[in-house]
């Protein structure tokens, strides 16, 4: 009897901390991981502000779809949600899809072999589904976008064709507009190595996709894998689905040699949605001048990241001396912003923030018309370039 007692206590113990650690760790993981420096001293100033307001803004890089937080409500956590993105006049946000991360995973060499984001499903309460597969967890993150945009009344605007891109862009009169939001897939294993993957991934949303995260996959080597070998024949086939199909093809997080593959192989422009340059910020995460060439040429886009690894000095100085570098090398037509925002970075503002970019950039140098390319019609001109038609029903 009294045994039966303590296995019913031990149990309900048991039961009370799971359902506690389901409620407290999600937050308590989100807020560690997602933080942002105090506010600067003085905001950006009135000039800067006037023509922030002026802008349409694109960021190509945010996995604020990995936290359990609803994006429709301010959150005191992380990075981007959809007032914050109102806040910082933001177009057209890129929501990236993280499916797995291995335990000490680093920049120079990262074994594919564990995985973090499997304890992260579990303890947000995921569907069982995405505990197992990688696939499950991308579908998972685009359904949790579609639900959030059909809650938002026209607020957060799914981007899939270039009609729907036209029609935001003509719904869009001042910062209180729609935002629109773009699904992308950050590591091709979410296939499932299966090159019809990319046509269920495309069916579910996703219309951009990197190759590779921070280890190699059956489609490509990683700039932080163990052999960084270069597209695969899968990766190959993979990459002339994408283009059929009109999903652009991401090369953050890419090894030097699937760069070259990439660009030997597309045959349209690529777009590099997070990094930063080697000659302001050395590292294999970041790309060399020669890259940054062998892009721009191809009529890609490169977007400069947020973070320190990116950018080695992570302020709205730092920031714009990376975006110049690039400007200096290829022209203003080649660099966007890719903040990285919710993507376990501690980031000197939120998305709300993003006017001290635009501040930055004219401390920098650069000329008007140079930073309303940079800040977002690069990448909205890449975009009704590379996306497919036929607006998207809802
Ligand atoms: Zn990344």
Redesign the pocket.
Known sequence: MWLRRIGLALGIVLAVGVVAAGVVLPPWLDAQQNSVAPPPASGPSEAALRLHAGLRVADL?ADSLLWSRDLLRRSGRGHVDLPRLREGNVALQVF?VVTKSPRGQNYERTPGDSDRITALVMVQRWPLSTWGSLRARAIHQAEKLDRAARRSEGGLVPIRSREDLERLLAARKDAAGPVGALLAL?GSHALEAELAGVDRLFDAGFRMMAPT?FFDNAVAGSSAGVEKGGLTELGRRVIRRMEELGIAVDL??ASPRTIDDVLALATRPVLVS?TGVQAVCPGPRNLGDAHVRAIAAAGGVIGIGFWDGAVCDATPAGIARSIRHVRDAVGAAHVALGS?FD?TIHAPFDVGGLALVTDALLAEGLAEEEIRLVMGENVLRLLAELLPPGATPR
Do not use: M
């Open positions: 890089h990236g950050e995260h953050a997080h997070h990285d993507g």
